[in-house]
């Protein structure tokens, strides 16, 4: 043993409860990486104390100085059981999973440490999870996609159409419009030198219909029709995320004409969440440079995104040429709610049904919200059922009833949506929100 070592066990022999000593000794320990004494010390003290939370991560330590990385993983996924918010744990867990090659796992758990910690950096593991664009290697064929993806975005299980959409008369208009007349007639817009592709954005209350309308959208249209979900981009560790996207707008431009689909597109231009700026930064700046076509021509490529938040939404997100025009989707008016309830009862055991009523007391309600209305009447009416041992069918106060049960969702909404609109209306982008309650 040590010389140095030797004198500090002695000195702890002697005061077996220095706390401060004993912890010198780990760090020495620690410090000339002599893992196998640490690892025998660390057992004893665990053995003495098992809630001692210095001596486990000692422990972990010494596996992973030894090489022992999947036990390392245990001890540390243990420990963060009794501290879980331990950054040194959480930082060490973090490596014990990059050098077993669980990147997944370590984007999670760094993600993590880096919200509970936005000032938090580790270069060794930046430096490996978050990788460059210009270091990306190139897999050859720029427009294949990883299986996965493919499957995902390419996905075309249930085909809706606008008739399966409630009223919504407006926002239908608006799309014909903006969306379907410019790709079907694309030669007339061309020849009034009109461009047919650019970007349009969904935005509103949540619920409304934003996800389900550009659903139906696709329905509409002969054109290809490609839903991307932020997620998934996000997913992919940084650096990967540009690439993924890049890869996207390719297959788009390949397929031209066609529709490409962001849903909650505010999880791509909002950075404050993001493991690391500069890296949301990048991901923001590939999606501008490929919005914008620099390299490529985007003309048959209409980009659609939909957002609940349009003002977490990087503004040069809105510039000329990007997402310049946008879609109010607002909760339905009493005509699409009476529209709403008539799709999703349709097929349903019903009798009279007072839909007027229905829609007269469901003011403020989303889409989304009718429809948890009816299926709360419909497993209370099951019960019912069951009770009685006959099944009786839905009647207009089964259904005023469980309206009862659910508050209507987007005033809330409104709430927010209001003070934008009021004190950050740049160049009147939320007047329609303003037309809505009434204050223009
Ligand atoms: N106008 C509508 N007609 C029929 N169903 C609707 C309508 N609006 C919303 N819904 C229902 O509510 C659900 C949620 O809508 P969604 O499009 O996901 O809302 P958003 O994307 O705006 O948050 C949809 O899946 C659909 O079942
Ligand atoms: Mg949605």
């Known amino acids: 043993m040590n010389e140095e070592l030797r004198k500090l066990k002695e000195a702890l022999a002697a005061s077996p409860d220095n706390e401060f000593l004993r912890q010198v000794i780990l760090d020495t320990m620690i410090k000339n990486e002599w893992w196998d004494a640490l690892q025998s010390e660390c057992l004893d003290l665990i053995a003495k104390d098992p809630s001692n939370t210095k001596a486990k991560f000692g422990l972990a330590q010494s596996y992973f100085g030894n090489g022992n990385f999947s036990t390392a993983v245990i001890v540390l996924e243990e420990l963060l059981k009794q501290l879980p918010d331990d950054v040194e744990a959480s930082t060490l867990l973090c490596k014990a999973y990059m050098a077993e090659n669980n990147l997944e796992e370590a984007v999670e758990l760094y993600k993590k440490i880096k919200l509970q910690n936005p000032d ?186 939909a957002t609940n938040a349009p003002w977490h939404l990087d503004s040069a997100f809105r510039r000329p040429g990007r997402f310049d025009r946008m879609i109010f989707v607002q909760p339905p008016s009493i005509e699409s709610r009476v529209e709403i309830f008539t799709i999703a009862l349709a097929g349903k055991p019903i009798e009279s049904i007072d839909y007027q009523k229905l829609a007269k007391l469901t003011d403020g309600f989303s889409g989304a919200d009718i429809n948890a209305c009816i299926d709360v009447a419909i497993e209370a009416k099951l019960e019912e059922a069951i009770k009685k041992g006959a099944p009786s069918p839905l009647i207009t106060k089964d259904l005023s009833n469980a309206l009862k049960t659910v508050k209507p969702s987007t005033k809330e909404w409104f709430q927010t949506a209001k003070n934008y609109a009021v004190y950050a209306n740049d160049s009147g982008i939320y007047d329609e929100i303003l037309t809505y309650l009434k204050l223009k």
């Open 120 to 305: 938090f950096e580790d270069k060794e593991i930046e430096d490996k999870l978050i990788r460059k664009p210009e270091q990306m290697e190139d897999d050859g064929d720029s427009t294949s996609f990883p299986d996965e993806i493919e499957d995902q975005i390419f996905g075309n299980s249930d085909k809706i159409s606008f008739k399966d959409v409630g009223g919504m008369a407006y926002e239908k208009e608006q799309i014909s419009l903006k969306i379907i007349h410019p790709l079907k007639h694309a030669d007339l817009y061309k020849s009034y030198g009109k461009k047919t592709g650019g970007g349009i954005l969904f935005y509103g209350p949540p619920g409304c219909g934003k996800t389900y309308l550009a659903k139906a959208t696709a329905g509409e249209i002969d054109s290809q029709f490609i839903t991307v979900g932020i997620d998934e981009i996000l997913d992919m560790y940084i650096g990967q995320s540009e690439k993924k996207l890049n890869l996207i707008f390719e297959k788009a431009r390949a397929m031209s004409p066609c529709v490409l689909f962001f849903d909650e597109i505010d999880a791509l231009g909002a950075n404050r969440n993001d493991l690391r700026s500069s890296a949301g930064r990048n991901l923001i700046n590939q999606f501008l440079a490929e919005l914008d076509g620099m390299s490529s021509d985007n003309d048959g490529i209409l980009v659609v995104g």
